[in-house]
C-alpha cells in the first residue's frame, strides 16, 4: 500500500509518499513528473518515517544541513538509481555538473564515458525531491539548468543552501 502525506514549505505544499517503510516520492505540488511513481491506491497515514522526513524538512528550511537521510525506497530503473545515489553524496551548499555525475558512472560501470545528457534525464525524473539533492546539479559552466520543480525553486533552495555562491560557478 502507497501512502501519502503533506507539508508546507516556504516555497509551497510539499506531498510525501512512503510504501511504509521508506520514502518513495517527494514533490513540490504541481511540479513536472508530480506523483510519476505514486499509485492510485493510496491512503494518508501517520507513519514514523513521515515524521522523519518532515524533522528533516523542517531543518532543511531553516537554512541548515540536517546530518541525516530518513529512509528512501528509489522506485526506478537501475540507471536513474545509480544517478540518484550520486547525487546523495553532493554535500549541503556545494553543487555538481551532469558531466561529473557521467564520469563518476562510467568509473564505476568500466566505461571509458558516459552521456551527461543520459544523466539530465535521469535527474530530472528524481522522483525524491530535496532528499535527493537533484537541484544541486548544475550545466557544465556552473549554469543553473532546469528544474522539475521551477527554476525559481532551485534558485532559492541553493540560496538557502549557501547565500555567498549562487550566480558563481561553484563545482
Known sequence: MAYVNY????????????????????????????????????GEKALPVFKEAKKWLDIYFGGKAPGFTPPLCMQTTPFRKAVWEIMLTIPFGQTMTYGQIADILARQKGLTAMSPRAVGGAV?????????????????????????????KKVFLLQLENPCRIGVPVV
Open 7 to 42: 507539508y508546507e514549505s516556504p516555497l509551497g505544499g510539499i506531498t510525501i509518499a512512503s510504501n511504509g517503510n521508506g520514502i518513495t516520492g517527494l514533490w513540490f505540488d504541481g511540479q513536472k513528473y508530480f506523483g510519476a511513481t505514486l499509485p492510485e491506491q493510496r
Open 124 to 152: 530530472a525524473h528524481n522522483a525524491i525531491s530535496l532528499l535527493i539533492p537533484c537541484h544541486r546539479v548544475v550545466g557544465a559552466d556552473g549554469s543553473l539548468t532546469g528544474y522539475a520543480g521551477g527554476m525559481d
